[in-house]
C-alpha cells in the first residue's frame, strides 16, 4: 500500500508528462533481467501511432511515481476488443508500496468501461496473477514461453490463438 498519510492520485496522463513518464520507465527496468531498454520507446511509439489507447499515470503530490499503458491488441486472425498492456512501471524508490496494484487496477477498471474482451501480456505470472491474470492454454505469443503469455478475459469469450501486440511492441 502507498505510504501512510501520503494520497496517490492514478489519472490519465497529461501533456508535458512524456519526459517524466520516459525517465521513470526507464529507471524501473534499469537493469531488469528481461529488458532491452525498450520500454520508453515502446511507449512514445505508440503515443506517435496514436495507438496509447490507455495512458495512466500515478501522481504524489503532483509528482509522477508510476505509469501503465495499454494498446490494442489482437487475438487469432480476428478477435478485436483486445488490449496489450505494457509496460507498468514505478519508480525504483517507490517499489513494493503498492503503486503498481493502484494503477494495475485503475487500467483493469478502465478497461472493463471501455467493453473490452480482455487484456494480455508477456510476465512474470507470480506478480500479475493478483490481478486475474493466467496463462491460458489457448492464448500465445509468438517466441514466448506460455507460462509468461498471461491474460485475463473481461468478459466471458471463446478468443484463441495467437496475441498480436502493436508493431511498436516490437521495438
Given amino acids: 500500500m502507498p505510504t501512510k498519510g501520503t494520497c496517490i492520485a492514478v489519472e490519465p496522463e497529461r501533456g508535458g ?6 525517465a521513470v520507465t526507464a529507471a524501473a527496468f534499469t537493469n531488469h533481467p528481461y529488458s532491452h ?3 520508453p ?3 512514445e511509439a505508440l503515443r506517435r501511432a496514436g495507438a496509447l489507447s490507455v495512458s495512466l499515470v500515478a501522481r504524489e503530490a503532483g509528482e509522477i511515481v508510476g505509469h501503465v499503458a495499454a494498446a490494442p491488441a489482437q487475438i487469432g486472425a480476428g478477435s478485436t476488443g483486445w488490449y496489450g498492456l505494457g509496460p507498468l ?3 525504483p524508490a517507490r517499489w513494493r508500496q503498492g503503486i503498481g496494484s493502484l494503477l494495475m487496477r485503475a487500467l483493469l477498471t478502465e478497461l472493463r468501461n471501455r467493453g473490452a474482451r480482455g487484456c494480455v501480456l508477456v510476465g512474470p505470472p507470480d506478480y500479475y496473477v493478483r490481478f486475474g491474470f493466467h496463462a491460458d492454454a489457448t492464448l500465445s505469443v509468438a517466441h514466448v514461453p506460455p507460462e509468461y ?3 485475463l478475459r473481461l468478459v466471458p469469450n471463446s478468443d484463441a490463438g495467437e496475441a498480436h501486440f502493436h508493431a511498436a511492441f516490437e521495438l
Fill in 89 to 91: 512501471s514505478v519508480a
Fill in 149 to 151: 503469455c498471461l491474460a
Fill in 17 to 22: 508528462d512524456e519526459a517524466t513518464i520516459a
Fill in 41 to 43: 520507446a515502446i511507449i
Fill in 37 to 39: 531498454g525498450q520500454e
